[in-house]
């Protein structure tokens, strides 16, 4: 038969689930590691798969399973169960690490069975024993909780980001993992009939913060989709098809006949002085009061939940929201009603907001009102304040001081004429602009008297990593360290600006028009997008940053080689931890000439930063998303 190999998404948007919300913060004892957002959205890539492979499939299991094999070595993250274990059979070689987590001084039921296995398969990659100590679980627990798209409240994650960081030391990009299976094969359910659609990411978002890729083979939606068609629930019980193919090609029985076990190291890296560690931050954290305030703190189970939502909101969160700094003054819609009366005012709600958007977070905003969670969630907010006009516009303007831009770049004689167009389009009442200037031009005009010059003669990263400092740039919300020969003829600041807020991009750049001179194609105006597209590669010829994202971006740089620049933007996204770039497709400029570095030392500067940063992954210039 033929088999469809089809994209596919988690969902829709950021819906909040109330019910689901209401019981994480009263409880923190969900069963299963659900998310608080009915159908989050999240793409798992398959872009870079090759899809002539998926021209062989004619029975959707195991072949689904066979063609995603990695022609690139990786890391197996085997945990002694029949879906990693099936998984290791089909692409042993001699390239593969099998990494087992264990916890000191737990039981080491995981790494025996694995062990088991791996020895009766013969298999010929190599078997390594991850040992945890608890501390080593609890720092790495503070390390990764934080910085989840949300809080996850599975203990396997810490293990997980713990195997990968292994990975990565071992000199892998790539970490291929069993979860999903329990979709497939179990009784597990994903997308719109259950919200568990994160059990699969404690494994890819780990993965992520530390630049590497994780490949969930089971997780793919046509064999989700076959599974669901095929398999009866008698069978599913015990993951009876699985297991039973598994012994038919050759899989020890050790393995095959493994019933499903949860990683058991968290129950003991809670306790003893990693417990009361964990309970003394949970008692000092300002969210204290969203918890349950009759806990006793006696379940390990419940302790984790709790810190890792703690963690998750003091770092994405607003603080010490109970408490209104004057009486409502202003009026608040009547659909967010009730105890909003007595405990916000809407104008602290657009100063904790654009506190958050200052500072670089989301603007979440926690309380018990659940009108006020969904207006904040869905992006509504911004509506509800345009309908209030004049009295929302001053309490906004009290709310602190309008964004502020820097412009830096070096400009020669070519150049001066682009630097007008820009400064007349972008203006000088929020824009500073710091002009390096490198060939003997002067700026005399009146519309050059907002710049600040400074004359040397040198490479553009050369000026950006010696003058334009973190230091140097607190001040300023973005930073555009564009090129000199940029036209921004029909280029609307306005709308860039309002489309890279809106999707929290950290590092981006307007598309390049069909008139452009260009070296890499992703980066010209795509048709197929209206607005734009989240990506793993933003060129250093139009870049736009946030203040924290230039900072890391600084932080990468060379200090006394690779002016040209060749190979950041490789790096960009795994070695600064950025999550969100994108190009924007709505808004275009023209590159108006071309590359003049080719015949350069930047080739060769390249290929040395690269080597020298080989444990990070190199962008594939690949589309991650749309965005809105």
Same mark, same amino acid.
């Given at each position: 038969?033929?088999?469809?190999?089809?994209?596919?998404?988690?969902?829709?948007?950021?819906?909040?689930?109330?019910?689901?919300?209401?019981?994480?913060?009263?409880?923190?004892?969900?069963?299963?590691?659900?998310?608080?957002?009915?159908?989050?959205?999240?793409?798992?890539?398959?872009?870079?798969?090759?899809?002539?492979?998926?021209?062989?499939?004619?029975?959707?299991?195991?072949?689904?399973?066979?063609?995603?094999?990695?022609?690139?070595?990786?890391?197996?993250?085997?945990?002694?169960?029949?879906?990693?274990?099936?998984?290791?059979?089909?692409?042993?070689?001699?390239?593969?690490?099998?990494?087992?987590?264990?916890?000191?001084?737990?039981?080491?039921?995981?790494?025996?069975?694995?062990?088991?296995?791996?020895?009766?398969?013969?298999?010929?990659?190599?078997?390594?024993?991850?040992?945890?100590?608890?501390?080593?679980?609890?720092?790495?627990?503070?390390?990764?909780?934080?910085?989840?798209?949300?809080?996850?409240?599975?203990?396997?994650?810490?293990?997980?980001?713990?195997?990968?960081?292994?990975?990565?030391?071992?000199?892998?990009?790539?970490?291929?993992?069993?979860?999903?299976?329990?979709?497939?094969?179990?009784?597990?359910?994903?997308?719109?009939?259950?919200?568990?659609?994160?059990?699969?990411?404690?494994?890819?978002?780990?993965?992520?913060?530390?630049?590497?890729?994780?490949?969930?083979?089971?997780?793919?939606?046509?064999?989700?989709?076959?599974?669901?068609?095929?398999?009866?629930?008698?069978?599913?019980?015990?993951?009876?098809?699985?297991?039973?193919?598994?012994?038919?090609?050759?899989?020890?029985?050790?393995?095959?006949?493994?019933?499903?076990?949860?990683?058991?190291?968290?129950?003991?890296?809670?306790?003893?002085?990693?417990?009361?560690?964990?309970?003394?931050?949970?008692?000092?954290?300002?969210?204290?009061?969203?918890?349950?305030?009759?806990?006793?703190? #006696?379940?390990?189970?419940?302790?984790?939940?709790?810190?890792?939502?703690?963690?998750?909101?003091?770092?994405?969160?607003?603080?010490?929201?109970? #408490?209104?700094?004057?009486?409502?003054?202003?009026?608040?819609?009547?659909?967010?009603?009730?105890?909003?009366?007595?405990?916000?005012?809407?104008?602290?709600?657009?100063?904790?907001?654009?506190?958050?958007?200052?500072?670089?977070?989301?603007?979440?905003?926690?309380?018990?009102?659940?009108?006020?969670?969904?207006?904040?969630?869905?992006?509504?907010?911004?509506?509800?304040?345009?309908?209030?006009?004049?009295?929302?516009?001053?309490?906004?303007?009290?709310?602190?001081?309008?964004?502020?831009?820097?412009?830096?770049?070096?400009?020669?004689?070519?150049?001066?004429?682009?630097?007008?167009?820009?400064?007349?389009?972008?203006?000088?009442?929020?824009?500073?602009?710091?002009?390096?200037?490198?060939?003997?031009?002067?700026?005399?005009?009146?519309?050059?008297?907002?710049?600040?010059?400074?004359?040397?003669?040198?490479?553009?990263?050369?000026?950006?990593?010696?003058?334009?400092?973190?230091?140097?740039?607190?001040?300023?919300?973005?930073?555009?360290?564009?090129?000199?020969?940029?036209?921004?003829?029909?280029?609307?600041?306005?709308?860039?600006?309002?489309?890279?807020?809106?999707?929290?991009?950290?590092?981006?750049?307007?598309?390049?028009?069909?008139?452009?001179?260009?070296?890499?194609?992703?980066?010209?105006?795509?048709?197929?997008?209206?607005?734009?597209?989240?990506?793993?590669?933003?060129?250093?010829?139009?870049?736009?940053?946030?203040?924290?994202?230039?900072?890391?971006?600084?932080?990468?740089?060379?200090?006394?080689?690779?002016?040209?620049?060749?190979?950041?933007?490789?790096?960009?996204?795994?070695?600064?931890?950025?999550?969100?770039?994108?190009?924007?497709?709505?808004?275009? #400029?023209?590159?108006?000439?071309?590359?003049?570095?080719?015949?350069?030392?930047?080739?060769?500067?390249?290929?040395?930063?690269?080597?020298?940063?080989?444990?990070?992954?190199?962008?594939?210039?690949?589309?991650?998303?749309?965005?809105?």
């Amino acid at each position: 038969m033929n088999w469809t190999f089809k994209r596919y998404y988690y969902g829709k948007r950021n819906k909040l689930n109330k019910q689901l919300l209401n019981r994480l913060i009263e409880e923190s004892c969900l069963a299963e590691p659900y998310t608080i957002f009915d159908d989050w959205f999240r793409q798992i890539s398959i872009e870079s798969y090759d899809f002539t492979k998926f021209n062989n499939v004619t029975a959707p299991f195991p072949d689904l399973l066979i063609c995603q094999k990695p022609e690139s070595k990786f890391a197996l993250h085997l945990s002694g169960g029949v879906d990693s274990a099936l998984l290791a059979f089909l692409y042993d070689s001699e390239a593969v690490d099998y990494l087992v987590g264990t916890v000191k001084g737990a039981d080491d039921i995981e790494y025996t069975v694995a062990k088991a296995f791996y020895e009766s398969a013969k298999l010929k990659g190599r078997l390594h024993n991850v040992i945890i100590s608890p501390n080593e679980a609890f720092a790495a627990a503070k390390e990764i909780l934080p910085i989840l798209k949300e809080p996850l409240m599975d203990p396997a994650v810490v293990l997980s980001y713990l195997v990968s960081k292994k990975a990565r030391e071992l000199g892998h990009n790539l970490v291929v993992a069993g979860d999903g299976a329990d979709a497939a094969f179990g009784l597990t359910s994903f997308g719109k009939s259950g919200f568990r659609t994160l059990a699969i990411w404690k494994t890819i978002e780990p993965a992520e913060t530390l630049g590497m890729s994780a490949l969930l083979p089971y997780s793919l939606p046509d064999l989700q989709i076959w599974a669901e068609s095929t398999i009866t629930d008698e069978q599913r019980k015990t993951k009876a098809v699985l297991r039973d193919f598994a012994e038919k090609i050759g899989v020890p029985r050790v393995a095959a006949e493994k019933r499903k076990m949860g990683w058991k190291g968290h129950s003991d890296w809670c306790r003893g002085q990693v417990y009361l560690s964990m309970r003394d931050e949970i008692l000092k954290s300002p969210f204290l009061k969203l918890l349950d305030k009759d806990d006793d703190y #006696v379940s390990d189970e419940k302790i984790f939940r709790q810190y890792s939502l703690i963690k998750w909101l003091e770092h994405n969160c607003v603080a010490e929201i109970d #408490v209104a700094p004057r009486p409502v003054s202003y009026a608040i819609p009547s659909n967010i009603s009730g105890s909003s009366h007595r405990r916000w005012t809407l104008p602290w709600i657009i100063r904790k907001c654009a506190l958050c958007s200052r500072e670089g977070r989301l603007p979440y905003i926690f309380t018990y009102n659940f009108d006020i969670f969904k207006y904040v969630f869905s992006g509504k907010l911004q509506i509800i304040l345009y309908n209030f006009k004049e009295n929302i516009k001053k309490s906004f303007q009290m709310s602190g001081r309008k964004k502020k831009f820097l412009y830096a770049s070096p400009v020669g004689k070519n150049g001066k004429e682009f630097l007008a167009k820009i400064i007349k389009a972008f203006g000088n009442e929020d824009f500073d602009y710091m002009i390096f200037v490198f060939e003997d031009v002067k700026f005399e005009e009146p519309i050059y008297k907002c710049c600040t010059f400074k004359y040397e003669k040198n490479l553009r990263w050369y000026f950006m990593k010696r003058y334009i400092t973190p230091d140097f740039c607190r001040k300023y919300d973005y930073i555009f360290l564009w090129a000199d020969d940029i036209d921004v003829e029909g280029f609307s600041l306005k709308n860039f600006i309002s489309i890279v807020e809106r999707n929290n991009l950290q590092m981006a750049q307007p598309a390049l028009s069909k008139y452009s001179y260009y070296d890499i194609e992703s980066v010209v105006k795509n048709n197929k997008y209206a607005v734009g597209r989240y990506v793993d590669y933003v060129e250093q010829m139009v870049p736009v940053f946030t203040r924290d994202a230039w900072s890391r971006y600084w932080g990468m740089m060379e200090e006394d080689t690779n002016f040209w620049g060749w190979g950041y933007p490789s790096l960009a996204k795994s070695f600064c931890k950025l999550r969100n770039m994108g190009i924007v497709d709505r808004e275009t #400029v023209t590159h108006t000439r071309p590359t003049s570095s080719k015949n350069t030392s930047a080739p060769k500067d390249r290929k040395l930063f690269l080597e020298k940063h080989k444990e990070y992954q190199v962008a594939r210039w690949m589309t991650l998303g749309k965005l809105k």
